[in-house]
């Protein structure tokens, strides 16, 4: 699939869908252009992130390397004339995730952390 960002700060259209950008998760200090956006298609949110070339193509590499890999976040689109990548937005960190999820054991919990910090 291939994102097609609108001329427009506000809108970003993918083969009829469209990303409409709500409000800026994260500016960047020198370049606005680079500012990551928390944006919503159909009612589910998802980030949009414009990145340097290399950045994308790596992440286009990993993507085709392990298309089904569940341990790897990767984008959900992109758009290769924008360098923009798409990614389901999450609300909460793992870290939140296991301090608040009380069906967790303190030994699953601390395997996870432990996992993590080693990854």
Known sequence: MTVHLAKSPTLAIMQGRVYVRNKVLEAHPRKPELNIYLAHCEG???VVKPVPK????????LKREFPDAWQLR???DANE???TLVYDYFE???LSLVQNNSNLS????KFVLQQVGQA
């Not at 290399?54 to 590499?61: A, D, N, T």
């Not at 303190?106 to 919990?109: G, S, Y």
């Open 44 to 46: 589910r949110p998802f």
């Open 106 to 109: 303190l030994k699953a919990r």
């Open 92 to 94: 909460h960190d793992l």
């Open 54 to 61: 290399s950045i994308f193509e790596h992440c286009m590499l």
């Open 81 to 83: 004339d924008e360098l």
């Open 74 to 76: 990767t984008h959900v």
